[in-house]
């Protein structure tokens, strides 16, 4: 068991960055395979990034590589996903994500556990 809370969303311009967090409960942080997933209004939760346990192993969307990094630090319980360049169609809700296998997942049902989300809006 493990509870997921994101932060660092907001509004920005397009061009702009952000910093997004996801603060995760206990002590096992370390066991879990990490992502980060969005949703646009009216469309479905699409994969973002991914991370394996050790934070060497990494995966990205096409739409997202090259502009987002995510990464992890383990003994702050924490993974964060950098994104640069922000365009208006990175408009979503953003979701973190926690799998125990340790496997870099793009699939939704992979993943065990859920953020509540945070907001992200770009302007143009």
């Known amino acids: 068991q493990v509870q997921l809370v994101e932060s660092g969303g907001g509004l920005v311009q397009a061009g702009g960055s952000l910093r997004l967090s996801c603060a995760a409960s206990g002590r096992t942080f370390s066991m879990y395979t990490m992502g980060w997933f969005r949703q646009a209004p009216g469309k479905e939760r699409e994969f973002v990034a991914g991370?394996?346990?050790?934070?060497?192993?990494?995966r990205y969307a096409d739409s997202v590589k090259g502009r987002f990094t995510i990464s992890r630090d383990n003994a702050k319980n924490t993974v964060y996903l950098q994104m640069n360049s922000l365009k208006p169609e990175d408009t979503a809700v953003y979701y973190c994500?926690?799998?125990?296998?340790?496997?870099?997942?793009?699939?939704?049902?992979?993943?065990?556990?859920w953020g509540q989300g945070t907001q992200v809006t770009v302007s143009s």
């Open positions: 994500a926690a799998k125990l296998s340790a496997a870099v997942s793009s699939i939704i049902p992979a993943y065990d556990y």
């Open positions: 991370i394996g346990r050790s934070g060497i192993i990494t």
